[in-house]
């Protein structure tokens, strides 16, 4: 029997502490929504606020006539093409004196200049390859540095056949 006053001792005890743990935890969500409440408001009125105001910006820019729009758009067009106009004479005086064929005669130019060295420089590279080799062979254990660099010289003819390549194309397309 002292066992069962124990025990109901200990439920009790038991009990106890769990209805203070639900008040504490009924305090504290109590505070919370005190809290966020007026957070809640401010959010909600600020949302409304800016709705309000989104509503009589739009409800503004409906009122407007559409005569006005159109008006207002030509003369948009109007503008725009004076400035083509004064683009166009200011390029036509440029034609009228042959300044851009100069200009693409120069680009022609150019370009035949960078084709020459480019294949002149992959010339030099093959020559220079070759040359190597040749002294390679005629020197003992250089079959290790030989390839080394045989290594190097080969990206960098390749890479000047590939621009080579590459200006090829770019004015064969045109």
Do not use: C
Request: proline fraction near 1%; charged fraction near 30%.
């Amino acid at each position: 029997m002292a066992d069962d006053k124990d025990d109901t001792e200990a439920q009790e005890v038991t009990l106890e502490d769990k209805i203070e743990m639900v008040r504490r935890k009924s305090f504290t969500q109590l505070w919370v929504g005190i809290v966020f409440m007026p957070v809640l408001l401010i959010v909600f009125v600020a949302g409304l606020i800016t709705l309000a105001s989104a509503h009589k910006t739009t409800s503004t820019m409906t009122a407007k006539k559409p005569e006005n729009r159109v008006e207002l758009f030509a003369k948009k067009i109007v503008s725009v093409k004076s400035r083509a106009e004064g683009q166009y004479g200011k390029y036509l005086s440029k034609m009228d004196d042959e300044s851009i064929f100069t200009v693409n005669k120069k680009f022609e130019i150019l370009y035949e200049l960078s084709m020459e060295s480019e294949e002149q420089y992959t010339e030099f590279l093959e020559a220079y390859q070759a040359m190597v080799y040749g002294a390679a062979s005629r020197t003992r254990g250089s079959g290790e540095w030989f390839y080394y660099y045989e290594q190097k010289i080969n990206r960098f003819v390749n890479a000047a056949k590939g621009r080579e390549q590459t200006m090829k194309q770019y004015f064969e397309r045109d």
